[in-house]
């Protein structure tokens, strides 16, 4: 069955800090895959993706993430975390136009000044 | 750029009762999905619809209805809410390749 596995339901970080939050999905073929944050009391905003080409895609506030066949990855990191970074991190992906995207449960940032 | 608005934004019912969120989206998307957060269990599909008039049942879809009466709209009903349920409902539009927009939530309180 198709699925996404965020290992690790809270991480915590000091300000300055680098970041690596993992994604691991399961599907036998090359997926699209994103990356939103939830921010309190917020809905979902897309911070990343995807499609093809490079596997390193950039996204905003110096996020980048990187996609692994091999491991069937997309981990999600950052040189240094600000505070303003605390929120809720959610990997998904879809196999294709007009299928439904495939959460993970995410995981919860918290950046101590 | 596009908005999507969820009406109410606080939603508190009894138990037993019919209860109805909105959703407007102005980025002229054809698909549309209303979603249910509880915490700790990430994002889980209700209902989605590809275009006017469309409904597809997510994996949640017992204990609600939904429609799509205009490309911009589609609506959530809980037919009968359950006491202490405690939800953040989602709406949210997609373009291709799955791209998808959010509204900032519906949050509901049964007592």
């Known amino acids: 069955a198709q699925s996404v596995t965020q290992p690790d339901a809270r991480v915590t970080v000091s300000e300055g800090a680098s970041l690596q939050l993992r994604c691991k999905y399961s599907y036998s073929g090359t997926p699209y895959l994103f990356w939103y944050v939830q921010y309190p009391r917020q809905g979902l905003q897309l911070l990343l993706k995807?499609?093809?080409?490079d596997p390193v895609v950039q996204g905003v506030n110096g996020f980048e993430a990187e996609f692994s066949k091999s491991n069937s990855s997309f981990h999600l990191r950052k040189a240094s975390v600000h505070w303003s970074d605390s929120a809720v991190y959610f990997c998904?992906?879809?196999?294709?136009?007009?299928?439904?995207?495939?959460w993970g449960l995410g995981t919860s940032l918290v950046v101590n000044p | 750029g596009g908005i999507i608005t969820q009406t109410p934004k606080f939603l508190i019912g009894q138990e037993g009762q019919k209860l109805t969120l909105k959703c407007q989206q102005n980025?002229?998307?054809?698909?549309m999905y209303w979603y249910r957060q509880d915490s700790g269990k990430g994002l889980r599909l209700i209902y989605y619809?590809?275009?006017?008039?469309?409904?597809q049942k997510g994996d949640l879809s017992e204990g609600y209805d939904a429609s799509r009466e205009k490309k911009s709209s589609f609506s959530l009903t809980v037919t009968s809410a359950q006491k202490n349920e405690m939800a953040v409902f989602l709406c949210a539009s997609s373009i291709d390749r799955g791209e998808v927009f959010f509204g900032k939530g519906t949050r509901l309180t049964v007592v």
């Open positions: 995807y499609y093809s080409g």
């Open positions: 980025f002229n998307h054809d698909t």
């Open positions: 619809s590809i275009t006017e008039n469309d409904l």
């Open positions: 998904a992906f879809n196999v294709g136009d007009n299928s439904k995207l495939i």
